[in-house]
């Protein structure tokens, strides 16, 4: 019974591991990526936005994180999951710990998705190239909601090849699918941007083959596609009805504190609690006016508009591979014409679904930000790493087909057949392979490509480098400064503030240098009338040191933007 137990479990783990050149080689590749990206989760000191998410919600728990929205910095529903780590006690775990599971968990849906439309080991050539991009890089461990959005769109994009396929899809991925939407709506509103192209082009495949298969069935109501139209779009329904409950609580919280907190209001001074329960409806309706006067991103003239938002874009390119915008956007326009053309000769293709995805991805968001105005932040589009990795691998793939094609009827000596112009077009094509043991290896010259640009990226110092070095300043000065021995810490920027309670959990309210033990002072603060970068973060300014109470302090350390007193 023993042997028989050893010899069940030894399958079992055989069984799970993966065995396919191509997959061993992702399995690698992915640990090794787990471990850049926990490296760097701790080697990079946290920028001002992720210092301010930390001190000013997560710190506080998640319950303050779900209901407090002071500015559209605070992407809730990251904050609120980063609160929950955060009762663990460590802050670079808090700050960071869902960005690094999301990150690595992107890498393993990226290569799902890939595997699953592409062949020739483009699914690992995807993988590798994603992880080669600046802004996947900068954003993979941040503590910010973006990556946590990207893994929502990531799993949508996932759970579309099962709604989209012939078979009977249970309700339960229509359940996750509504849930990547609400939780990526409620993590970063700006989600928006790839919730709906992704419904428009599950729901355009859906309907399509619907009206296709209705010669078949007789009637379109009666046909398998339509069925999930329908339970699709009742599911869609109720993810917008679920992440505006969500909202209105914020909306409710930010309308209470407004009208308690505001003079010559009838509830002035009265207790939350006692608004909630007396107005409701004047609280939402002055949360949602408080959240619609504080826009995320800002609405351009028309004129503005179309001056810079061809620059835009290929600012957006570039920082997803530098210096490679332009390639990038030739690749783009040329796999939308690839996809289109497959969707129309070939819609019985497994890719029709991705294709579908790319379309419209890049036309439903490029048509939304000129019907809005609007240029976001780059970042807010990190998520698109994956649509320019999928165009990519849509013209290798469309260039590895052709090239077999091409090489198949060499090989078998029919070139000038009148037969040959009737060869059927596979979506997978395979190489003749000869004697020799590197026949057919020609196909993977792609993914030897995309590794060795991920060499000289990983190599690079931009690849690696600090994210903010004012803040990577600041903390280092704190640690020469040996917080934990001084008894009455002065914080003159917010940086110094936010780094002092992620670092030791000292709330310093302190702003001033008034009997003060320690304290940082910016070069940029020896400038009288300074209003320079970083002049925003300052609490104080040359006119309001009392520097006649610096002069009695000791500088101990100095470098080119700080100087370090002691008492």
């Known amino acids: 019974m023993n042997e028989s137990l050893t010899y069940k479990t030894e399958k079992k783990i055989y069984d799970l591991l993966p065995h396919e050149p191509e997959t061993i080689g992702a399995t690698l590749f992915i640990i090794a990526m787990s471990c850049y990206y926990l490296w760097r989760m701790f080697a990079i000191t946290p920028v001002y936005d992720e210092l301010y998410t930390y001190y000013t919600f997560i710190s506080r728990g998640p319950f303050y994180a779900a209901i407090h929205w002071p500015l559209p910095n605070n992407h809730v529903g990251y904050s609120v999951l980063s609160a929950i780590l955060d009762l663990f006690g460590n802050p670079y775990i808090g700050l960071r710990g869902v960005s690094l599971v999301c990150a690595v968990t992107n890498l393993v849906l990226i290569y799902r998705i890939c595997k699953r439309y592409y062949s020739h080991g ?180 028309v004129e503005d508009f179309n001056e810079r938002c061809f620059g835009w874009g290929m600012s957006l390119l570039n920082y997803m591979v530098p210096n490679m915008s332009w390639m990038l956007l030739i690749i783009i326009l040329l796999s939308l014409v690839i996809a289109l053309l497959e969707c129309i000769r070939h819609l019985a293709y497994s890719r029709t679904v991705i294709n579908l995805i790319i379309v419209s991805n890049v036309v439903v968001t490029t048509a939304m930000l000129f019907i809005q105005h609007k240029l976001p932040y780059l970042r807010v589009f990190s998520y698109g790493a994956f649509i320019v990795c999928a165009c990519v691998v849509t013209c290798l793939e469309r260039l590895i087909n052709n090239c077999i094609r091409l090489y198949n009827r060499y090989k078998t000596k029919k070139n000038a057949d009148k037969e040959d112009s009737k060869m059927v077009v596979n979506e997978f094509e395979n190489a003749i392979k000869g004697d020799k043991w590197y026949s057919g290896l020609g196909v993977y010259v792609p993914l030897f490509l995309i590794l060795i640009f991920f060499i000289m990226r990983l190599s690079s110092y931009q690849f690696n480098a600090q994210l903010g070095e004012r803040e990577n300043d600041v903390f280092n000065t704190l640690y020469i400064a040996d917080v934990r021995r001084r008894h009455n810490v002065a914080a003159i920027d917010c940086d110094q503030q936010y780094l002092l309670k992620f670092g030791w959990d000292i709330d310093c309210n302190k702003t001033d240098v008034d009997g003060a033990d320690m304290v940082i002072l910016d070069k940029n603060l020896l400038e009288p009338g300074y209003s320079g970068p970083d002049f925003w973060k300052f609490y104080q300014t040359y006119e309001t040191i009392n520097w006649d109470y610096i002069d009695t302090m000791r500088a101990i350390y100095e470098n080119e933007n700080f100087i370090l007193y002691i008492k």
């Open 122 to 301: 483009l699914g690992f050539a995807a993988m590798v190239l994603y992880a080669s991009m600046q802004i996947v890089t900068e954003y993979s461990v941040q503590g910010r909601g973006y990556t946590l959005s990207t893994t929502c769109f990531l799993l949508s994009i996932y759970i579309a090849g099962y709604i989209c396929s012939a078979n009977d899809t249970p309700k339960s991925y229509y359940r996750y699918l509504a849930v990547c939407f609400v939780l990526g709506l409620y993590t970063v509103p700006s989600s928006v941007y790839w919730v709906i192209p992704i419904s428009v082009a599950i729901g355009a495949y859906l309907i399509i083959n619907a009206i296709a298969s209705s010669d078949v069935r007789g009637k379109l109501r009666e046909t398998v596609y339509y069925k999930k139209f329908s339970t699709f779009f009742i599911y869609g329904v109720i993810a917008a009805f679920v992440t505006t409950v969500l909202y209105m609580i914020i909306w409710l919280a930010i309308g209470s504190n407004l009208l308690v907190k505001t003079e010559g209001s009838e509830f002035y001074g009265l207790s939350h609690g006692t608004v909630l329960l007396r107005a409701p409806v004047s609280s939402m309706l002055k949360g949602v006016e408080y959240m619609l006067s504080q826009p995320y991103i800002q609405s351009l003239s």
